[in-house]
Nanobody, 123 residues
Framework: VQLQASGGGSVQAGGSLTLSCAASGNFLSINDMGWYRQAPGKERELVTGITSGGITHYADSVKGRFTISRDNAKNTVYLQMNSLKAEDTAVYYC??????????????????WGQGTLVTVSS
């Protein structure tokens, strides 16, 4: 499974950006999808996630500003980021859990990561 992320860039504080991440390859289904970020000198952290049924959760730091959505037909997840702050500056990684049939035909879940896209917010 390949995850292709796009949409990063530079923006001034208060601005908006939209990230997208498309999954492709061989799998039975894409289950949970999400976005993580890693700022310079910090550990990677969960930003937001969405189930295949559309249930979402957000880190407290982005609630009310970021919105995650997905298009199951396109196996694509989006992240709409509004009211961006300097502290949102980070490399953003998409994550997806895909189901594959193992040797016995039983579905197994595997985690995949996108290549990361840089978001820079200047104050």
């Amino acid at each position: 499974v390949q995850l292709q992320a796009s949409g990063g860039g530079s923006v001034q504080a208060g601005g908006s950006l939209t990230l997208s991440c498309a999954a492709s390859g061989n799998f039975l289904s894409i289950n949970d999808m999400g976005w993580y970020r890693q700022a310079p000198g910090k550990e990677r952290e969960l930003v937001t996630g969405i189930t295949s049924g559309g249930i979402t959760h957000y880190a407290d730091s982005v609630k009310g500003r970021f919105t995650i959505s997905r298009d199951n037909a396109k196996n694509t997840v989006y992240l709409q980021m509004n009211s961006l702050k300097a502290e949102d500056t980070a490399v953003y990684y998409c994550n997806a859990e895909a189901s594959h049939a193992n040797y016995y035909g039983i579905p197994e879940e595997v985690d995949y990561w996108g290549q990361g896209t840089l978001v820079t917010v200047s104050s």
